[in-house]
């Protein structure tokens, strides 16, 4: 899409159409503008390409996870990510919030604010969902847009909206549905929903835009207009919101918090008030209406990546335009430079380990054939690789001959990079440090999305956030058919996924293995975490299982050291010794005390919103 390869170009290419007659100006300042000002609303829809921009305008208000300016830094956590709050990855970024507000437990509804997670009030949301809904009710009298193309962008101005309710809801719960522009002198204090009513507004949303949306967009039109939403985004965004739904943090028997009531308990804003097992057949439903529709889509439809296997990843998740994204965002088209100001991602992930990988997540990536790892070579709870036992003089390398995907998302010792093999053995250019701090201090680093710091900006870095891929339907198809008995099916979905990064099938791969459906969900999960790294979806996977083993669990690194025998250094020799990484609030204390609580799984909502009293209700614990 033009505008969205690059708003501020778009922005640029309006000015020059309409430098002449109307002078107009886009984005906020119009909207507050009186009748009789320059700029009103009758301005920009009295041209298609001014109501055009507009919405690609809208557009520019999605979710986009990596940091990219530090005048973002409120929204992004201080310059952290939310990854890096999950088991996979650990921050080391002293000044972002993760570590002040997170980590240390001091976050709750008082400082919940722009530093936070994902900020109700300056997240951007509402200004986006008011945008959208400014864009529905006027665009019908733009004089000279045809009527087929008004429903398709009416289509993609609802998908704007149900975005943004659906990051809302994953985050929080039951929201204030706002269903109109608010003029104002209009009373703008809604109530606080239920979560099913929210869950029913997102997917009623996206089944609009579904009726009237392409499923794909032509291929030849790609490269120009990627990043327009189509029928496949919608559906599949209703299968993310499904599938979170079905989960048991809403849809159980009990709530998630039962430490004493709660008003957004009883009123069913932050869970079902039952368990209803036949939510798992909708999403099962969704995702056949998804490969049919997909199946019959004249341009050929979505389909994964495939080729080699680290570079197909990569084209996956990296690559615009390519054949497996749904939703992609972006804030701008290219980086020009390593250190450019509006791309701190690359500082703060590739020098300060803003999200620095466990040694938990490493452990999580198979063998290259897709074989598990074995974790058992790590001796004891804590200690050495197994090749360092007495006399054993042996060398085998953790790290070797894995998942294609770990190259891609982790740095690790001896792997490619730079021209060369990664140092990451205590004092080797990777781990110079051999402190617990830095990009790699724990052993590991970050490739995904940086790459070696100069490639991903030569080849113009990451100018979309992959917001939602195939591959994620293909996963969630495989996790809703497990859990209404049909394990069998699911398979084959997991295993399409894994073939793409060259790995055998999960039966071939754990051969004599009893499969029962707790057994296939931790598959299905493993295998997200290893498919979605630093891409958000693990944290939804914790919350939404309410997987409290895996937030009070120790999370580990290891030291690598070069080899000596009698003296004398034994060349591509190492030693890994693993080891605990500092500990989280909610972490198992040493002494066994166990300090989670569930309150985690949803956020707080500002202080200051509550004590308006126009009918949010507080979340269970904050």
């Given amino acids: 899409m033009k505008i969205i390869n690059n708003l501020i170009i778009g922005l640029i290419l309006l000015v020059s159409v309409v430098s002449c007659t109307d002078d107009l100006k886009l984005g906020n300042q119009f909207l507050d503008k009186t009748s009789g000002s320059d700029i009103t609303i009758d301005t920009v829809f009295s041209k298609s390409v001014f109501a055009e921009s507009f919405l690609w305008n809208a557009y520019s208000t999605l979710w986009f996870g990596l940091n990219i300016d530090w005048s973002n830094t409120g929204v992004k956590m201080g310059m952290g990510l939310q990854e890096s709050l999950t088991d996979n990855f650990?921050?080391?970024?002293?000044?972002?919030?993760v570590n002040?507000?997170?980590?240390?437990?001091?976050?709750?509804?008082?400082?919940?604010?722009?530093?936070?997670?994902?900020?109700?009030?300056?997240?951007?949301?509402?200004?986006?969902?008011?945008?959208?809904?400014?864009?529905?009710e006027n665009v019908d009298r733009v004089p000279d847009m045809d009527a087929?193309?008004?429903?398709?962008?009416?289509?993609?101005?609802?998908?704007?909206?149900?975005?943004?309710?659906?990051?809302?809801?994953?985050?929080?719960?039951?929201?204030?549905?706002?269903?109109?522009?608010f003029k104002a002198n209009e009373n703008m204090q809604?109530?606080?929903?239920?979560?099913?009513?929210?869950?029913?507004?997102?997917?009623?949303?996206c089944d609009s835009a579904l009726k009237v949306l392409p499923w794909t967009l032509p291929k030849d039109d790609v490269a120009k207009w990627d990043g327009r939403f189509t029928g496949g985004a919608a559906l599949g965004l209703k299968i993310r919101m499904l599938l979170f739904a079905a989960s048991p943090l809403f849809n159980d028997d009990v709530p998630y918090y039962t430490s004493q009531s709660y008003e957004s308990i009883d009123k069913k804003q932050v869970w079902f008030g039952h368990k209803d097992p036949t939510m798992w057949n909708d999403v099962v439903t969704a995702c056949n209406k998804f490969f049919l529709l997909n199946s019959q889509d004249p341009n050929g439809g979505y389909s994964l990546v495939i080729?080699?296997?680290?570079?197909?990843?990569?084209q996956a998740y990296f690559g615009r335009g390519n054949s497996e994204t749904l939703i992609s965002t972006r804030e701008r088209a290219t980086v020009s430079y390593e250190w450019d100001a509006n791309w701190y991602y690359n500082q703060s992930l590739g020098h300060y380990g803003a999200a620095v990988p466990t040694l938990n997540y490493g452990d999580l990536f198979p063998m290259a054939d897709?074989?598990?790892f074995d974790k058992t070579v790590w001796n004891d709870t804590l200690g050495s690789y197994k090749v360092n036992a007495p006399g054993d003089t042996t060398f085998v390398d953790p790290f070797a001959n894995r998942d294609p995907r770990m190259y891609e998302t982790c740095l690790v010792n001896n792997s490619s990079y730079k021209g060369r093999n990664a140092e990451l053995w205590m004092g080797g250019r990777e781990r110079l440090n051999t402190a617990e701090s830095g990009a790699c201090a724990t052993g590991m680093g970050v490739y995904k999305f940086i790459m070696d710091l100069t490639t991903a900006t030569s080849i113009g870095a990451p100018s979309q956030w992959p917001y939602l891929r195939l591959a994620e339907i293909y996963l969630s198809y495989a996790e809703a058919l497990n859990q209404v008995n049909r394990t069998d099916e699911a398979f084959t979905w997991v295993d399409q996924v894994r073939a793409r990064a060259g790995l055998n099938g999960l039966k071939d791969a754990n051969p004599g293995k009893t499969w029962t459906q707790d057994s296939f969900l931790e598959e299905v999960l493993r295998e997200r975490s290893c498919e979605f790294g630093l891409e958000e979806v693990r944290w939804y996977d914790l919350v939404r299982w309410k997987r409290e083993a895996d937030f009070r669990k120790s999370l580990y690194g290891v030291r690598i050291n070069k080899v000596y025998r009698k003296g004398v250094l034994v060349p591509n020799r190492y030693s890994y010794t693993k080891f605990t990484l500092f500990k989280r609030s909610w972490q198992?204390?040493?002494?066994?005390?166990?300090?989670f609580d569930p309150k985690w799984y949803l956020a707080a909502f500002p202080i200051a919103e509550i004590y308006k009293k126009y009918g949010l209700t507080q979340n269970p614990g904050w």
């Fill in 190 to 205: 809604l109530p606080r929903s239920t979560a099913k009513e929210t869950l029913d507004f997102i997917t009623n949303l």
């Fill in 370 to 372: 897709g074989t598990p």
């Fill in 588 to 595: 198992d204390s040493p002494d066994g005390t166990k300090n």
């Fill in 307 to 314: 080729g080699a296997p680290q570079s197909s990843y990569r």
């Fill in 148 to 181: 087929a193309t008004k429903a398709r962008l009416k289509g993609e101005a609802r998908m704007i909206i149900a975005c943004h309710y659906s990051d809302m809801y994953r985050h929080f719960g039951g929201l204030p549905l706002v269903t109109k522009s």
């Fill in 90 to 97: 650990q921050s080391y970024l002293n000044w972002d919030t």
């Fill in 100 to 136: 002040s507000m997170y980590y240390n437990g001091k976050y709750n509804s008082s400082i919940e604010g722009n530093t936070s997670a994902y900020n109700f009030i300056t997240e951007g949301s509402w200004n986006g969902i008011r945008k959208g809904w400014i864009f529905l």
